[in-house]
């Protein structure tokens, strides 16, 4: 695993700490790296919890362009076009879950499916929550879709969501 991407482990990781603290009155920090899995370690006195960080994406070019930006390749594309982004952010969601349920996790690990979501707002991701298809016996606590969202046109701000999809 490379810089960057232990980089943007913690900062999805941090992220969704602060939002999960201020929505259960907890105050986990983080404590390290876990053995990988899971990704991340954070504790509260006594209490731990333990991280799993995945990404879902538009579909693979999105997530190349942004891969490679992140890493500042020369020749990156700064564009991305897509028929039908919505519907394929979904089905992304889909495939990661579907992966990443099939894995073997601690006990007690959550997952956590962060999203950059460009093109669509809190709103109409809010709406397809129904669609995404959670594995029945998957390993985890809990799994939380969440992302940074542009502001809508219909007037919602944009910001840090998250969603507890099991």
């Given at each position: 695993?490379?810089?960057?991407?232990?980089?943007?482990?913690?900062?999805?990781?941090?992220?969704?700490?602060?939002?999960?603290?201020?929505?259960?009155?907890?105050?986990?920090?983080?404590?390290?790296?876990?053995?990988?899995?899971?990704?991340?370690?954070?504790?509260?006195?006594?209490?731990?919890?333990?991280?799993?960080?995945?990404?879902?994406?538009?579909?693979?070019?999105?997530?190349?362009?942004?891969?490679?930006?992140?890493?500042?390749?020369?020749?990156?594309?700064?564009?991305?076009?897509?028929?039908?982004?919505?519907?394929?952010?979904?089905?992304?969601?889909?495939?990661?879950?579907?992966?990443?349920?099939?894995?073997?996790?601690?006990?007690?690990?959550?997952?956590?499916?962060?999203l950059c979501p460009d093109i669509t707002d809190a709103e109409e991701l809010d709406a397809m929550i129904p669609q995404v298809k959670v594995p029945v016996d998957h390993p985890f606590a809990n799994i939380y879709l969440c992302g940074i969202f542009p502001a809508s046109s219909s007037g919602s701000c944009g910001g840090y969501y998250c969603w507890?999809?099991?």
């Amino acid at each position: 695993m490379d810089s960057i991407q232990e980089q943007h482990e913690r900062a999805v990781g941090d992220t969704f700490i602060e939002w999960y603290n201020k929505q259960s009155g907890t105050e986990f920090k983080y404590h390290g790296r876990g053995a990988d899995p899971p990704d991340l370690i954070y504790r509260s006195g006594s209490q731990q919890m333990l991280l799993e960080i995945t990404a879902g994406y538009y579909d693979t070019n999105n997530a190349t362009m942004l891969w490679q930006n992140a890493r500042s390749v020369a020749g990156a594309a700064d564009i991305w076009i897509s028929k039908n982004p919505d519907q394929k952010l979904i089905e992304s969601i889909d495939a990661t879950l579907a992966k990443k349920c099939g894995n073997q996790y601690p006990a007690n690990c959550v997952l956590v499916v962060s999203l950059c979501p460009d093109i669509t707002d809190a709103e109409e991701l809010d709406a397809m929550i129904p669609q995404v298809k959670v594995p029945v016996d998957h390993p985890f606590a809990n799994i939380y879709l969440c992302g940074i969202f542009p502001a809508s046109s219909s007037g919602s701000c944009g910001g840090y969501y998250c969603w507890k999809l099991a």
